[in-house]
């Protein structure tokens, strides 16, 4: 009889599921895992082995599995209401999450629009600035504006405003056209220019563009402070600063996309804080209800939320819905997770844990094969690269980030590098003799990829 229970279940998935963002071929050599449970930092499989979620399932448990005060939250709504919709019908525990994320954003953000994932928020944001300028008279301004190597999700218009050609390239025919403008990237200052320096220096091109495109130009979209998807790349809030500034001169909108950024993870409750602005936009998913059940919240302004407010016959309301708007169980996994927040001082606490990281990982920075160390609050990143000095990087088909994949997860640690970057984003309740693990484990992974 056959007692590897992991290789049953991988059997029974291979045989109906397709993964995302996966090459199922792969899984002829490369070994799925099925998860049976998990328990704060913790996966486990069916086999009994264990890993060390280093990257909080895609960014979103931000206190880790199974958290029994956020598993009580939801198991009392269960028992209440488990969903209606949104349109003509409310309940409490959206209008109590509404009030606070309204309480704790950036001041003037004091409307919220729900969706249900990262993406279509994306989708919201786009469309709420466009449909603003059309209520406005101001129809011609239908574009939008990003900076180079951005990623707002993977549908359609999301895509358009993205700038990742691994996901975007094979569908360049569905795409709408949008103003990219050159990353301020620190990667790639100077020796010896600061991240603020470079920052600003990088914001001509954004100024140049808006000059130029103003008239058509609808909103500008960004990640603030870190590019998740293009490996965790960083930029100093100055830009931010910078680009509020110009947009208010050129009477155009801000959005800034914190689905992976925000609710703590960058050192401040969100990134914009630290720049201290507050856009026309703020869109929110992954992490806002612990990673338990998918929303995402748009946050705007009183002035966006008035350019609707008419007659129905006029066609001025923003007529967008998700069946799954607003959703009870979501909501109260939300309110749970800013209770956590709030309750255990996080803010803090993070700031103290991210320093912790950075001395554990200091050592790379003089490893050959490592460009750069960066770090923005709770996320660090490892640039793996062929050659130091000028920064060359392994070709990417040499899949050198999978062998550290493998070797963390032979080690117990779920690292998954993005490309030849690996990065810690783990949930907020990692200890130090965490953080040691998952530099040794990175470590000795770079020295085994690079071989």
């Given at each position: 009889m056959?007692n ?17 963002c ?7 050599c ?14 486990e ?28 939250r ?5 028992d ?8 003509g ?8 999450l ?9 001041t003037?953000?004091?409307?919220v ?6 993406s ?6 786009l469309k ?7 209520n406005q ?7 939008f504006?990003?900076?180079t ?6 549908t ?7 700038d990742?050609?691994?996901?975007t390239d ?5 795409l ?6 050159p ?12 991240w603020?320096?470079y ?7 954004m100024?140049k ?5 103003h ?6 979209i960004?990640?603030p ?7 965790m790349?960083?930029?100093h ?6 680009l509020?500034q110009a ?13 992976a950024?925000?609710m703590g993870r ?21 992490g ?15 002035t ?20 799954y708007?607003g959703?009870?169980?979501?909501c109260a ?6 209770d ?9 606490k ?16 003089d490893?050959?094969?490592?460009a750069?160390?960066?770090?923005t609050?709770m996320i660090?990143a490892i640039?793996?690269v ?9 070709d ?5 980030g ?7 997860l ?5 690292l998954?590098?993005?490309?030849n ?9 990692i ?21």
């Amino acid at each position: 009889m056959n007692n590897d229970l992991n290789a049953q279940w991988m059997q029974r998935d291979l045989a109906v599921l397709w993964h995302p963002c996966t090459q199922m071929k792969d899984h002829e050599c490369i070994p799925l895992i099925p998860i049976q449970r998990a328990q704060g930092l913790y996966l486990e499989d069916f086999n009994g082995n264990r890993y060390l979620d280093a990257i909080s399932s895609w960014w979103t448990t931000l206190f880790g599995h199974c958290h029994p005060y956020i598993n009580e939250r939801i198991k009392a709504q269960v028992d209440t209401l488990e969903h209606v919709m949104l349109a003509g019908f409310s309940h409490q525990p959206v209008i109590e999450l509404s009030e606070r994320l309204v309480h704790i954003t950036p001041t003037g953000l004091n409307r919220v629009f729900y969706a249900d994932n990262g993406s279509s928020s994306i989708e919201v944001a786009l469309k709420m600035s466009l449909h603003y300028w059309r209520n406005q008279g101001q129809s011609q301004k239908t574009r939008f504006a990003t900076i180079t190597n951005g990623y707002h999700g993977e549908t359609i218009g999301t895509m358009s405003v993205g700038d990742i050609p691994l996901y975007t390239d094979t569908y360049k025919a569905l795409l709408f056209d949008s103003i990219k403008v050159p990353t301020p990237d620190c990667y790639w200052r100077e020796a010896g220019q600061s991240w603020e320096d470079y920052s600003r220096h990088m914001f001509t091109h954004m100024e140049k563009a808006l000059a130029e495109h103003h008239h058509h130009i609808a909103a500008v979209i960004l990640e603030p402070l870190v590019q998740g998807a293009a490996g965790m790349r960083m930029y100093h809030p100055v830009y931010l600063s910078l680009l509020r500034q110009a947009c208010d001169r050129y009477n155009v909108h801000l959005i800034v996309d914190e689905i992976a950024v925000g609710m703590g993870r960058t050192g401040t409750l969100f990134a914009c804080e630290q720049a201290h602005i507050t856009p026309d936009f703020m869109v929110l998913s992954k992490g806002l209800t612990g990673g338990y059940l998918p929303l995402a919240a748009v946050l705007t302004t009183d002035t966006v939320y008035e350019a609707f407010y008419d007659d129905y016959e006029k066609l001025n309301g923003f007529l967008h819905s998700h069946t799954y708007t607003g959703n009870p169980l979501a909501c109260a996994a939300a309110l749970a997770t800013l209770d956590l927040i709030e309750q255990e001082n996080i803010i803090q606490k993070n700031q103290q844990t991210a320093q912790y990281m950075a001395q554990a990982t200091a050592h790379l920075h003089d490893h050959p094969h490592v460009a750069e160390v960066r770090q923005t609050g709770m996320i660090l990143a490892i640039e793996m690269v062929k050659d130091k000095a000028s920064k060359t990087p392994f070709d990417w088909r040499e899949r050198r980030g999978l062998r550290i994949f493998n070797h963390a997860l032979s080690q117990g640690v779920l690292l998954r590098p993005l490309g030849n970057v690996i990065y810690f984003m783990p949930p907020y309740i990692i200890e130090k003799s965490h953080i040691d693990l998952l530099a040794q484990v990175a470590s000795d992974g770079i020295d085994l990829a690079v071989r």
